[in-house]
C-alpha cells in the first residue's frame, strides 16, 4: 500500500530544507504531492485541504491523511518524518 505524503509549502528558506528532506527520504512506497502556497494550485484544492488538516503554518506535512504532530506545535526534523513512516518500505 502506499504512503500519502503531502507537503504543504510557501517555497521559502525554511520550507525548502523540509520538502528537500522529504524528496531523500521518501521510499517507492512513499507518493508525496507538494503543494506551493504562493503558487496556489489550479483548482484551489490545496487550500481546501489546508483547512480540512488544520494546517496553521508551513512547512506542513501530513501523511496519510494525518497532520504530523511536530507541524503543530515544533520542528519538522527527519527522526519525526521517519516516525511517520516515510522513508520506510
Given at each position: 500500500?502506499?504512503?500519502?505524503?503531502e507537503v504543504?509549502t510557501?517555497?521559502?528558506?525554511?520550507?525548502?530544507p523540509v520538502?528537500?528532506?522529504?524528496?531523500?527520504?521518501?521510499?517507492d512506497r512513499c507518493?508525496?504531492?507538494?503543494?506551493?502556497?504562493?503558487?496556489q494550485?489550479e483548482?484551489k484544492t490545496c487550500l481546501?485541504?489546508?483547512?480540512?488538516?488544520?494546517?496553521?503554518?508551513v512547512?506542513a506535512?501530513?501523511v496519510n491523511g494525518?497532520?504530523l504532530d511536530?507541524?503543530k506545535?515544533?520542528?519538522?526534523t527527519k527522526?519525526r518524518?521517519?516516525?511517520?513512516g516515510?522513508?520506510?518500505?
Open positions: 500500500m502506499k504512503r500519502q505524503v504543504f510557501a517555497n521559502c528558506p525554511v520550507c525548502d520538502v528537500k528532506m522529504i524528496r531523500e527520504l521518501a521510499c507518493e508525496v504531492t507538494t503543494y506551493n502556497l504562493v503558487k494550485c483548482d481546501d485541504k489546508l483547512d480540512e488538516y488544520g494546517i496553521k503554518k512547512p506535512v501530513v494525518e497532520l511536530c507541524c506545535d515544533s520542528a519538522i527522526e518524518l521517519m516516525e511517520a516515510i522513508g520506510q518500505s
